[in-house]
């Protein structure tokens, strides 16, 4: 990951969905790209959607975030498709220790 990832990690997890003003961890939800630029409930990302998928297939593979197992009601292991996981939270957690902005 470079510094771009670094800032599309911190801007998608910042604007994602939020229940009572703090970050929502939902472990078990599906999330696309395609479906939350736009979408009711998360914060208007500031960032390019291919930029974004590239940070997110990236953080993917390093197990930072996950995919569903596909099938019905799950896209899989598309692009751009992830689940938020407890590594999410704990790289999520040192960036912001860090005070990287």
């Not at 994602?16 to 395609?34: G, L, M, Q």
Request: charged share 25%; net charge negative.
């Amino acid at each position: 990951m470079n510094d771009i990832d670094l800032i599309n990690f911190i801007e998608l997890i910042e604007n994602s969905p939020k229940v009572n003003t703090e970050f929502y961890w939902d472990f078990d939800s599906e999330f696309r790209t395609r479906d939350i630029y736009g979408v009711e409930g998360w914060a208007s990302l500031k960032i390019d959607k291919t930029s974004l998928e590239l940070t997110i297939e990236k953080l993917k593979r390093t197990g930072a975030l996950s995919f569903g197992q596909g099938g019905l009601g799950s896209v899989g292991n598309a692009l751009g498709a992830f689940m938020f996981t407890d590594f999410t939270k704990s790289l999520y957690e040192v960036i912001k220790a860090t005070g990287i902005k």
